[in-house]
């Protein structure tokens, strides 16, 4: 199975201020056809994951444009421009090549 | 909009069955697979297993191989998950999302609300 790590476990953050979570994946998530299957999460508490980026940087639908996914083959990055109170939560990374899907253990966000 | 909505909580004996639905609405619900992602209490997603709406084609987990069961209804557009020989392992919040093969298009972009199920004697 692809095993993926994201670090940090946790941040802290003050309004405002930007925030970055790396993720890892121990195999390329490079599909033949050219796209990276990539995927973020928010789950905000009490409530199951939405979904923010697919294909590595690609925006879900009214995802804010202060979310953005970047990297490729094996190394990704979940940039927050400016961390608002509603993006408290944890974020999860998923590749989505591979069968069986495999998640990064969740960074959790919190405000300062 | 698309709308998945779960059955409610469940409470389980050790060693007894659990079956969860999903009903969906708002998209061709056999032009999806639905896939199934459980949450024990503090812990991260576990991907349990997707099944295809179209075919029945089913993919799961190796863990769960041989204990759970992933069907779909189209005449109802609903989703069920089995999972048998239940173990206070088995406590967690379970997910279905909207799936299908990541290069088709955007895959498990929408999720029900989870159902918990708790395993106690």
């Given at each position: 199975d692809v095993v993926m790590t994201q670090t940090p476990l946790s941040l802290s953050v003050t309004p405002g201020q930007p925030a970055s979570i790396s993720c890892k994946s121990s195999?390329?998530?490079?599909h033949s056809g050219g796209k990276t299957y990539l995927y973020w999460y928010l789950q905000k508490p009490g409530q199951p994951p939405q979904l923010l980026i697919?294909?590595?940087s690609r925006r879900f639908s009214?995802?804010?444009?202060r979310f953005s996914g970047s990297g490729s083959g094996t190394d990704f990055t979940l940039k927050i421009g400016r961390v608002e109170a509603e993006d408290v939560g944890i974020y999860y990374c998923m590749q989505g090549?591979?069968?069986?899907r495999t998640f990064g253990q969740g960074t959790k966000l919190e405000i300062k | 909009q698309v709308e998945l909505v779960q059955s409610g909580t469940e409470v389980k004996k050790p060693g007894a069955s659990v079956k969860v639905s999903c009903k969906a609405s708002?998209?061709?619900?056999?032009?999806y697979y639905i896939g199934w992602v459980r949450q024990a209490p503090g812990q991260g997603l576990e991907w349990m297993g997707r099944t295809s709406s179209n075919n029945g084609d089913t993919n799961y987990a190796q863990k769960f191989q041989g204990r759970v069961t992933m069907t779909t209804d189209t005449s109802t557009s609903t989703a069920f998950m089995e999972l048998r020989s239940?173990?206070?392992?088995?406590t967690a919040v379970y997910f279905c999302a909207r799936d299908r093969d990541c290069s088709t298009g955007v895959c498990s972009d929408y999720w029900g609300q989870g159902t918990l199920v708790t395993v106690s004697s």
């Open positions: 195999q390329s998530l490079l697919y294909e590595a009214e995802v804010p444009d090549l591979h069968l069986p | 708002g998209y061709s619900f056999d032009n239940l173990t206070s392992d088995d």
